[in-house]
């Protein structure tokens, strides 16, 4: 039984590791830039300091790169993608003073 679970653990690491190469070949082919990482820090640095109006200003700016593909298909790519950013916001609230036990709450209502 262990066997098999190894031998299934192995094929699922291959199959993911099959689809980052490809993923990465796409975007490199199609000139696929990510959202840059400074982006990304605006948005979390102004929720940490509780910005409320920078932050709204932040999410306006238009992107300097493209969304991340997690799926194919588009409404579970959004839905990915949402919930991605709220685990990264909800961390950003927490160092900003939110308590835990309110931010996890809120997250997962989000969610």
């Known amino acids: 039984m262990q ?3 190894k031998e299934y653990n192995e094929k699922e690491q291959q199959v993911a ?15 696929q830039k990510h959202e840059s990482y400074a982006s990304e820090r605006r948005q979390y640095d102004a929720i ?4 409320t109006d920078r932050i709204q200003s932040v999410f306006q700016l238009t992107p300097d790169g493209t969304p991340g593909i997690l799926s194919r298909n588009e409404l579970r790519n959004s839905k990915n993608m949402f919930i991605a950013g709220i685990t990264l916001f909800t961390r950003a609230a927490i160092e900003g003073g939110v308590p835990e036990e309110t931010a996890y709450a809120l997250s997962d209502g989000y969610i």
């Open 3 to 5: 066997e098999k679970s």
């Open 17 to 31: 590791e099959n689809r980052s190469r490809n993923t990465l070949f796409e975007r490199r082919e199609n000139l």
């Open 48 to 51: 940490r300091n509780g910005q």
